[in-house]
């Protein structure tokens, strides 16, 4: 580890791994929903499977905000940009968790959309937060 890097860089480079890890499997899950239909849509076995991804795409993303938390938490004695890069991912979490919500109740695919946008751009921000954190 450099010397002007604090020691709770590596603890967040671990953090957003994980949430990287834990979108990636947020995503694979979310395609098999996607592709099987919503467990309303389906019968038999379909609504099973559908059934038990998407518990384990909830479960996944209580999992990410969990994990937000602790890294916005963990971020204080870090730079200006990378607390703020903390803060962003996990508002990103947030947002992308009330509209997926909000996808699977309301009549409107734009729900789906935002979820999908936040994705993506919580994927990139913690991707850069675990580049700004990597051990020397």
Known sequence: MSSNQP????????????????LTIQFLLGMGVN?????????????????????????????????????????GPLDRQSTNQAWVGGILIVISTVAGVLATSAESNWWSYLMAVGFIASFVVYGNLLLRTRPA
């Open 35 to 75: 592709l099987i239909g919503l467990p309303s849509e389906t019968s038999g076995l379909a609504k099973g499977t559908t059934s038990a991804l998407l518990g384990l795409h909830i479960l996944v993303s209580l999992g990410l905000i969990v994990v937000a938390a602790l890294t916005i938490w963990r971020s």
């Open 7 to 22: 020691p709770v860089a590596p603890v967040l480079h671990r953090r957003a791994r994980s949430q990287l890890m834990m």
